[in-house]
């Protein structure tokens, strides 16, 4: 097992009926005035708008609302939310809504405090130093950006879309209440169920030795994801299969599943992340069709935890480490299809003349992986293998 | 599953060589003087003490030492070291050793602070609305004290041991390397892993319904602990074996398993505080007397969670629900010998003739239990049982 430093001080309220704490919450932190952080729609329709204006008003915190983040939220929306934050002289920026929402806000809280331009930030030519107060409520399960120091943006003119943490991004409190998710689609469900799974899988595959206790946790959250969500799509209102993944949701990225590992993976979301940003496909979906071809690819690094995960999650007990570990990559595919989330590139829409500048934007901010270092070769493999 | 809050803001070091960093710790925390708390012997000779104390110089943080505290800490004892903490006028309190240690510390830096006697915080007559900081450096893992916010103090005088909880109590930084540990006795090392064992134990039958993925954390340490054990027995300078028991034991006891829930059963646990209070045996002695004799008593009350105990633990796979609960009972007694933990009251050197009165001193601060709420004739049964 690695050394490792674990702090995670965000407070979490999980459950129904606990959006009304965020006001109190806001006062006792000192907050006068907030940044309500949010999407387009669905918080409007589905009554979490209305439940967190009316705390906030009935705990006297001014609001003001910034609106419009999308899915693969981009830097200059995050730019127009710095601006503004400024303007008003916010005391703290609120995420109101998923994991694009969150990490939205926690970079408009980092660049608020942060003179240049923020995408300096991700870049390496600046570090946080600081940041407004974050807070959040929590209506899409998938990125664990609620206990969390990370976040993801798109430089959408240049198909970047890069990654930041700081223990500075923390939110302070988040709230998780899962009845509100009964609303989401089928397809925004899976997409979340596959992002977790992708999560663990990241951590699970990265090589460590001695981390018998973590990998136990991962295939408990990958169990329960893989058997919740077919409840859920089930039946969407079943709040208790909400409930086992949304908090699958924040453990598997919330660093206690990484404690002593050699820091993940992560190169299947490297990977993943160039789709995105070419084909501004969701992550999950993107995730579905990569993973397994990442999964083909590198498998022979650690034979050993691919079979261990097919004994684990499929039940595969015969047959050599290698004729288990490439049971169980088919086997995950056919579940992602089972699940209705997609398997190859080709039905994301991508088209096949691209699979070499998408490799090549891929490896453009650092080599990736840790399982097995990858270079643009590796990667432009694996996008073929996932391609039909 | 039930709401929950979740909140815990200890930052923990783990690891080889990371004791280092505590006097680094204190002074980023602003702490000038601290009053360094241990036990008799064991600090000293491992080495321990020494590089505590030359973290502290190192990082010019003053500090007097309060030695003495043993297994099962008494309420006379803390009273002095609080005595000692107001006159030497500290900022704060490091606990160095195991839970013991660390439960005595919170208790000295939370009667600091309150006026009145401390005993009054254990009986209800007062809340604990503020504690001096409390650090910690962690020798013996076991009762997960160093990450949350609990401790248990024994009033000699009238064989109360009994425990108190507050988020003022959580350690602000605690430091784990589990190579110190590697000089503990096979006996302190089998009472600490039945220690672990129990504390899940008590959260994994307390009758909580859809809490799946906190089973499966529950089934992780479990199994982890299970096997790991027995390593060490073999070879106590297994430093991966140490690592894979001090992270559970911590993660047994930090609320991370307990999200959800319905606060856990702790009759077990209360049960055995009577017999320690009694007979000063070491807590996780007590407990693998006890524990499996709570068992025998209550099963039926939950009959489907002590089946999947048996199934998911031991494999036994066939019979009935009955069946499978009662073989896995006697399969954890197996597993208690195995490893050299006492399983009858009679091998702990308890008189036949002193059931009732300890049954009696049990229900006195409560009655017990949330499976199966217990008063003092089902405490008297259960220590027959336990007897021989």
């Keep these: ?103 939205s806000a926690k970079v408009i809280a980092a660049g608020v405090k942060y003179d240049g331009d923020v995408w300096d930030l991700f870049t390496g030519q600046a570090r946080i130093e600081e940041a407004l107060p974050i807070f959040g409520v929590l209506t899409l399960s998938a990125t664990g950006s609620e206990m969390n120091g990370n976040a993801v943006i798109t430089k959408a003119d240049e198909n970047k879309k890069w990654g930041i943490g700081s223990r500075h991004l923390y939110p302070r409190v988040s709230i998780i209440d899962p009845e509100f998710q009964s609303t989401l689609s089928a397809r925004d469900t899976v997409n979340g169920a596959v992002d977790i799974l992708s999560h663990v899988f990241e951590l699970y595959f990265d090589g460590s030795k001695n981390v018998e206790l973590m990998q136990e946790y991962s295939e408990a959250i990958i169990r329960t994801v893989m058997k919740y969500i077919k409840i859920l799509l089930a039946d969407p209102d079943d709040y208790e299969a909400r409930a086992q993944i949304a908090w699958a949701a924040t453990l598997a ?102 699979l070499e500048k998408m490799a090549e934007n891929a490896v453009q901010q650092r080599s990736l992986g840790r399982l097995k270092k990858l270079q643009k070769e590796d990667v432009l493999t694996i996008y073929k293998m996932a391609y039909k």
Tied chains: 1, 2.
């Excluded at 993940?264 to 501004?280: C, K, L, P, Q």
């Excluded at 007990?317 to 288990?324: I, L, N, V």
Aim: glycine share 10%; net charge neutral; hydrophobic share 40%.
């Design 253 to 354: 990225l919330n660093n206690s599943n990484g404690t002593g590992r050699r820091g993940g993976d992560w190169a299947s979301h490297d990977i993943e992340h160039s789709v995105s940003a070419f084909y501004n496909v969701a992550h999950g979906a993107g995730l579905a069709v990569v993973t397994p071809a990442w999964m083909r690819y590198v498998y022979q690094e650690d034979l050993e935890t691919f079979a261990r995960f097919a004994e684990k999650i499929f039940n595969i007990t015969t047959g050599t480490q290698e004729e288990k570990a490439l049971q169980a990559i088919e086997q995950l595919i056919k579940f992602f299809q089972e699940i209705g989330a997609p398997v190859t590139l080709k039905e994301l829409g991508v088209q096949y003349e691209d």
């Design 1 to 103: 097992m690695n050394n490792f430093t674990y702090y995670n001080p965000t407070k979490v309220y999980f459950g129904r009926d606990t959006i009304k704490n965020i006001g109190r919450e806001l006062r006792e932190n000192g907050i006068r005035k907030v940044m309500l952080v949010c999407g387009r729609q669905s918080i409007f329709s589905t009554g979490v708008y209305d439940r967190v204006s009316a705390s906030l008003v009935g705990w006297h915190v001014d609001f003001i609302r910034f609106s419009g983040i999308q899915a693969n939220p981009i830097l200059s929306k995050v730019q127009e939310g710095i601006k503004l934050a400024r303007q008003q002289e916010v005391d703290a920026v609120l995420a109101v809504g998923g994991g694009s929402v969150f990490d």
